[in-house]
């Protein structure tokens, strides 16, 4: 199963959780079959979420620290999920940073707002250069 198909289902599964504050197993399964996918086809899926959940409060200490003038509360839902997205990718998945904040553009073009993608991809790059600082 091709990559950008299984980062876009990460989101929206991460996504789900949010919203239902609920990050079980369960909620990553419902979704996985109400998009018509299998489980055991879909490996960079579970890694994404399995990645972030295992490292919520690392990654979520990660977003709060780089968002002083935009705290999670006041960000989409969806913008969080294709961030936590990206940063799982980078931080947990050791993945180059420059593929997964240009997958995340990619992906905010698609699901979010007309113009967040251009906010993503500053926020995202902004963490990077600081880390790499």
């Not at 989101?11 to 998009?35: G, H, P, R, T």
């Not at 919520?56 to 999670?72: A, D, L």
């Amino acid at each position: 199963m091709d990559r950008i198909i299984q980062r876009e289902l990460a989101v929206k599964v991460l996504y789900a959780m949010d919203l239902q504050n609920n990050f079980s197993e369960k909620i990553f399964n419902n979704i996985i079959e109400n998009e018509g996918f299998e489980i055991d086809k879909m490996p960079f899926t579970c890694e994404l979420v399995n990645g972030f959940k295992d490292n919520y409060f690392k990654i979520n200490f990660i977003v709060e620290e780089n968002s002083e003038n935009y705290p999670m509360s006041k960000l989409p839902k969806i913008d969080i999920s294709i961030i936590r997205t990206a940063l799982t990718e980078i931080y947990i998945l050791n993945q180059p940073y420059q593929v997964a904040i240009n997958e995340a553009v990619e992906v905010s073009k698609k699901y979010s707002d007309e113009l967040n993608y251009k906010f993503i991809n500053s926020f995202l790059g902004n963490i990077v250069r600081a880390d790499n600082a």
